[in-house]
């Protein structure tokens, strides 16, 4: 029983960058209903510019943060003019082998960068666990759970309180619409594109100062993480990313703890196989869905 | 009867975009649609062709219900259709959008068909290539080319200038009418008057009137859907 | 010919397979990401059948084969109703599912003194069918091709065929071809069984030329390779995948021109290609105005035929 009280938390915490990778992911898809595939490798861009200026220069976790995210977001912006700005709206498909030919692009850059397999990034904070009761909670993973709420908040801000954040909903809810109300579409999708990477960003650099490491992989296994706990929540939807996000963290660590890291991978992937072939439009996605059933119907 | 609806009602979420319309085809013959836009008309193509699933009533085709019927299956059973902006496959070739999948494929009856909607010079071109008019043609040779018992015409016009327009109601009379029964959605009332014996008015999904195309246009309730009614302030459109 | 050279077009070959694989779904408008895991299911089958069950290879292949299409239309039924990303990523999960799957797979059978057969994430060495038959890498190689032949004549017959315009169609616009009597479903899933036969076939191939394989090989990386290899070479022809292969591997891995940044100038050709010929280098344009060039061709070569024999008379 207190295994499984502290399996939860541990999957709610790690959960909580998930709910991070998939929010940015999210983003991207509600305002270009295209899947950006280079996101993950986009976000391990910034994380490798982090741990080479920390490895060269020495710098402490905040300035590398900050690198992290201003390369996720740089990384973004070239993603967007090369695989998503060229395209139109119809060319979902275009924009997502694009954005896996780039995948591929900064996979290789990153080796060159840094050729070993296995680099230290600088870890976040150092110290004993909280202990409460018969539970402890690792410093880092505290501190991950606060900064990924802290930047959810700061995203709902923005999104629900600035001009700009009115014009991303809009774009999200009709973007021809938002084209005839006067929001400048083009720059706005540009911009959310760029944020949703730049809050990529803090995750993929929450998630590498827990491990205090990162591997060429990282790209990937950003992509297919934030993926996951996007589809679960349901395409688009944003509240949806956060639930999907923590809900995979639970259900993987308890996976890892009772069948170890394969077979936690292999719920995951079955996870969201089920989820499309079974309930498509995801746990919180119902109206996307029909959305697209509509779009269906009509000739 | 080679096509009767009963009580046909499609609704999309809180609207009816056809309510309880009654209509009757007899095998051959030719029947105008008309009615303002939104009035649902496409709405009813699509429910017979199956694209759109009927609420209530029933479709029967040559005696059969077809009402839950896949679209692939009841256009297997003889409906075909052409669209209000035309649809083909614009990678493909004119004879390869014409040549039917279904039967076994006879080139030279498919020959002949492109010949008589003159279409048959440009058969390796691909659609994307066409005027709107080879276009618009190359729809009706298709549906033409799998044998239909009804070809359901979504405004075969639309788009055309008034020579094209006199060129393609030709086209029908000799190439369509003497082949297949006929549903024709139009505006142009001279269209419809030129090619169908009966004409059906609808307005707001339901089916107002059903008459012999020269009475139908001189009804007051042709007016009434076209341009609203005239009370005493002025003219309504609301209806 | 050098055994570098063999062993490269042997690869180019193989990979030809899936890459097929996925055109034959992106005809019938379907994108793929998960050919890989057909590919994997041929490999681990046929290499069981000739490493453990000491089967001929020609059978062995034929299982590979027959599997891959058996799952493929398994996945098929279940996701085929799904389009665009959510088709895409279905399948991706089904083969990142099948892939661990893999890793976790173990079954040794002793074979002559040694164990034998797949041992999970330590892969599945010895299938040395070659070796023990003395099939030399030339004669795998013409294999590969013959086979590889008669699967491009298919491709050409089929193209011809009803079915093959069904399936055109059915890719082109699902809902124009349901109104002409195409069931789109149904084509679609005869489309993603022979994928799968393909792609397990190219997987079985695969196997018995590098003797081992691992679950890695059967990664996201090589299914989104081989939908890119048909978008690259275009979507016009069944040439066009194979074009996209020897493109990638026969220039760009095998000339050691990029050595070291193959992938950034691969990334990038794709990226710019998608900008310039979304339907990649052999699109249903270039191939309509190349066969009436040779229509056209044909026509003049046959007038002057007649003139010279006019005026010889």
Known sequence: MIDLIQNTLDGAMIGSSYALLALGFTLIFGTMRRLNLAYGPTIMAGAYLGTYAALRLGIGAVPVALLVVAGAALAGLYVERLCFRPFGEGAAITSMISSFAVWMQIEEAATLVLPQHLNAFPPLVAGAPITLGPFFFRLDHLLMLVVAAAAAALVHGVLHHTRFGLGVRTVIDHKRAAELVGVPVMRTLTLAFVLACAIGGLAGFLIAASEAQITPMFGMWATTKGLIAMMLGGLGSLPGAIVGGLALGVIEAHAQWLFGPLVRDLIAWGLLFAVLAFFPGGLLGAREAGQAAALQRRV | MLLQLEGLTVRFGGVEAVSAVDLALEPGASLGLMGPNGC???????????????????????????????????????????????????????????????????????????????????????????????????????????????????????????????????????????????????????????????????????????????????????????????????????? | MDDHLVGVLCNIGIISFVALSAYVLLLAGEVSFGQQAFFAMGAYAAGMATAVLRWPLAPALLVGALIGALTAAIVGRATLRLTGLYFAMATLAFAEMLRIAFELFVWQVDVDGSLVGPKGTDGFGDIRYLFENEITPAQYMAGVYVLLALVLAGFAAIDRSRFGRMLRQAGADPLLAELQGVSVVRVRLVAAAAAGALAGLGGGLYAHLLTYVEPGNFNIMLGVHSLAYGLIGGLGTVLGPVLGVLIDIGLLESSRL??????????????VLLIVRPRGLLDERAVHWISSCVKGLAGALAARRLDRSLRRR
């Open chain 2, 40 to 239: 649902g008309k496409t709405t009813l193509f699509n429910a017979i062709s199956g694209i759109v699933r009927a609420e209530r009533g029933r479709i029967e085709f040559r005696g059969a219900d077809i009402t839950r019927l896949a679209a692939h299956d009841i256009a297997r059973r003889g409906v075909a259709r052409t669209f209000q902006t035309v649809r083909l496959f614009d990678r493909m070739t004119v004879l390869e959008n014409a040549a039917p999948t279904r039967f076994p494929v006879d080139l030279r009856a498919v020959m002949e068909i492109l010949e008589s909607l003159k279409l048959a010079g440009r058969r390796d071109a691909l659609a994307a290539e066409l005027s709107l008019g080879e276009q618009r043609r190359l729809e009706v040779a298709r549906a033409l080319a799998r044998a239909p018992h009804l070809i359901l015409m979504d405004e075969p016009t639309a788009g055309l200038n008034p020579e094209e327009t006199e060129e393609m109601v030709a086209l029908i009379r000799n190439a369509v009418l003497p082949a297949c029964a006929v549903i024709l959605t139009e505006h142009k009332p001279g269209v419809i008057a030129a090619l169908c014996r009966a004409a059906v008015l609808l307005d707001q999904g339901r089916k107002v009137l059903q008459a012999v195309p020269g009475e139908l246009f001189a009804s007051a309730a042709f007016h009434a859907a076209y341009l609203g009614t005239v009370d005493r302030n002025g003219i309504s459109q609301d209806k």
């Open chain 3, 258 to 271: 990029f050595e070291g940044y193959r992938m950034i100038v691969f990334g990038g050709l794709v990226a």
